[in-house]
C-alpha cells in the first residue's frame, strides 16, 4: 500500500522559514517523480512544485520560484519542501503526491497533507 507522511507544517509568521518533509513507503520510492500540491482555504488545488526520480530539473508554480524548493532523498524515501519569505497567500493544506511514472505522467497517490498556516 503506498503511503506518504508529510510533516513540518505549522504555525510562522510572515516572511519565516518551513521545510515541509513526506516520507513515502509501500513502492519504490526511487523509481517515481514526486509533486507538492497545496489547497487553501476556499480555493482549488493548485501544483506547487515537482522533481523527477532523479531529482534534476524541478518545476515550479512561477509565482513560488525563488522561494520554495523541492528536493529528495532517495536513500531515506523522502520528499523536500523548503519554503522561505513565506507569504499569509501561501497558507494552505500543502499534499505530497506521488507521479505516475519517473517523469510525472499525472498523480496517482496523495498523502493527507500537513496545514502551513502564515499569520500576518
Known amino acids: 500500500e503506498v503511503q506518504l507522511q508529510a510533516s513540518g507544517g505549522g504555525l510562522v509568521q510572515t516572511g519565516g522559514s518551513l521545510r515541509l518533509a513526506c516520507v513515502a513507503s509501500?513502492?519504490?520510492?526511487?523509481?517515481?517523480?514526486m509533486s507538492w500540491v497545496r489547497q487553501a482555504p476556499g480555493k482549488g488545488r493548485e501544483g506547487v512544485s515537482g522533481?523527477?526520480?532523479?531529482?534534476?530539473?524541478?518545476d515550479y508554480a512561477v509565482s513560488l520560484k525563488g522561494r520554495f524548493t523541492i528536493s529528495r532523498d532517495n536513500a531515506k524515501n523522502t520528499l523536500y519542501l523548503q519554503m522561505i519569505s513565506l507569504r499569509f497567500e501561501d497558507t494552505a493544506v500543502y499534499y505530497c503526491?506521488?507521479?505516475?511514472?519517473?517523469?510525472?505522467?499525472?498523480?496517482?497517490?496523495w498523502g493527507k497533507g500537513t496545514l502551513v498556516t502564515v499569520s500576518s
Open positions: 522533481i523527477n526520480w532523479s531529482g534534476g530539473t524541478p
Open positions: 503526491v506521488r507521479e505516475a511514472s519517473s517523469w510525472y505522467g499525472g498523480m496517482t497517490h
Open positions: 509501500g513502492f519504490r520510492f526511487g523509481g517515481y517523480a
